[in-house]
């Protein structure tokens, strides 16, 4: 059950429902459609992986569960429980950075849920924010320009962000591109983290060796649902592979129907 209305034991949440439930979605660009006819359950607790080729509507699909996109088609439904508990890191790129701004109050906007009641900063937020930049190997960066860091601290500066928004359900969009591995390892610990912490955990990932090592759940996009479940059961049907190019999903058939689906619903 969730933090606010259900029960834990000895830590660990008892996660029994749906945190996100998408129901015959499809989102459109204009004329153009970026992912049709999606059904999916994401449980609580859950860490899951979204796969597929580019242009599949990864981000789409994201964008979407975050409510930056309204479906065309279909509905989208968050645990009344997580309302207003979502976080959404989206791809470094669509980010622009190049305003003054330095660290610590950039990691700081991560409070505006809370500023909205206490009215501004106070010192305890400012702790709590040194030490999320620590958490991710940032210590002593609080006064460095964001315009001034590098891909992968500017990263760990949006993770830092994520660390004290305190979301129950966090979507994140590639956050491991052009990024370092050294990096990348101490960005993973922080994910496994938070599914620790039973929190429902969305990531669009192109790494297949990331997605078999530390993701249980997956969910294979290409326009359309090509398949979900068990991260190591969608390996064995060969719908992840390491020798499979993911454009080879895009059939223009709905073959996906077919596929054998290890569902949590």
Avoid at 170 to 198: N, S, V, Y
Wanted: hydrophobic share 40%; glycine share 10%.
């Amino acid at each position: 059950m969730c933090r606010d209305c259900g029960s834990c034991i000895l830590g660990h949440y008892v996660m029994t429902h749906a945190a996100i439930t998408l129901r015959d979605v499809s989102v459109s660009y204009g004329r153009q459609q970026g992912i049709h006819d999606i059904s999916a359950v994401f449980m609580e607790g859950t860490l899951t992986a979204v796969a597929g080729p580019n242009g599949a509507g990864k981000s789409t699909l994201l964008k979407a569960i975050a409510g930056m996109l309204k479906p065309s088609k279909g509905t989208i439904a968050i645990d009344p429980c997580f309302v207003g508990s979502v976080a959404y890191l989206p791809q470094t790129a669509s980010i622009q950075r190049d305003f003054p701004m330095p660290v610590l109050q950039a990691v700081c906007t991560g409070f505006w849920g809370e500023v909205r009641e206490r009215g501004a900063i106070d010192s305890t937020m400012k702790e709590r924010a040194c030490k999320a930049l620590a958490d991710v190997g940032l210590e002593g960066f609080e006064g460095r320009q964001v315009s001034a860091l590098s891909g992968g601290q500017f990263q760990r500066v949006l993770f830092a962000r994520l660390l004290l928004t305190d979301a129950r359900i966090i979507l994140l969009d590639e956050p491991f591109t052009a990024i370092d591995g050294e990096t990348t390892a101490k960005l993973i610990q922080i994910i496994l983290e938070w599914h620790r912490q039973g929190r429902t955990i969305v990531c669009v990932l192109h790494d297949l060796l990331l997605i078999r090592k530390y993701f249980p759940e997956s969910f294979v996009l290409a326009g359309k649902c090509m398949g979900r479940g068990h991260t190591h059961a969608l390996f064995e049907q060969k719908l992840l592979s390491y020798d499979l190019d993911m454009a080879e999903l895009y059939t223009g058939e709905d073959n996906h129907e077919h596929l054998h689906h290890h569902d949590h619903n």
